[in-house]
């Protein structure tokens, strides 16, 4: 099955699980998992945070790549954000874009490719325990992060 057409399916697959996911309130268009427990709220850090045992365990901070172009205008601010996600074990940052459009000046006409190149090479060094992930789509960004979660979940 070719994953990057418009049309791509992705079954989430299984009985609905009893983990339970955290929407933050201020997230505009949230992702949706159909086969957990939502509900939204407001966050102390990042959009999407998983609980278990009342307690967040894992935490995830979803980056569009406008999102991304503006934050980094003040790099330090955005930073720091990032450092408040170091409380936890599990923490994502994910793309629903490729790495490529980033660096692509079609795509991103605000920024020299070799700048946006430095500034995820820069964050990727300053935060090793952070991950960082680029999807082709908002779409195959959504399930990776319910099946990252639920892995979490069974743990």
Same mark, same amino acid.
């Given at each position: 099955m070719k994953m990057r057409g418009a049309g791509a399916y992705i079954p989430q697959g299984g009985k609905k699980e009893q983990m339970e996911i955290i929407i933050d309130q201020r997230e505009r268009y949230? @992702? !949706?998992? /159909?086969?957990?427990? +939502? !509900? &939204?709220? %407001?966050?102390? *850090?990042?959009?999407? /945070?998983?609980?278990?045992?009342k #307690?967040?365990? /894992? *935490? /995830?901070?979803? #980056? +569009?790549?406008?999102?991304?172009?503006?934050?980094? &205008?003040? @790099?330090d601010i955005f930073k720091s954000s990032l450092e408040e996600l170091k409380q936890y074990k599990y923490k994502v940052v994910?793309?629903?874009?490729?790495?490529?459009?980033?660096?692509?000046?079609?795509? %991103?006409?605000f920024y020299r490719p070799s700048y946006i190149a430095d500034i995820l090479a820069d964050?990727?060094?300053?935060f090793p325990d952070l991950q960082f992930t680029f999807f082709e789509n908002r779409k195959l960004a959504n399930e990776w992060l319910y099946r990252w979660f639920k892995r979490i979940w069974k743990i």
């Open positions: 949230p @992702y !949706k998992f /159909a086969n957990a427990l +939502t !509900k &939204r709220e %407001n966050l102390p *850090v990042g959009d999407y /945070a998983l609980i278990k045992d #307690k967040i365990i /894992a *935490v /995830a901070e979803k #980056k +569009t790549m406008d999102n991304f172009l503006h934050e980094i &205008r003040g @790099y994910i793309f629903d874009s490729p790495y490529s459009d980033f660096i692509n000046p079609k795509k %991103n006409p964050l990727s060094i300053n």
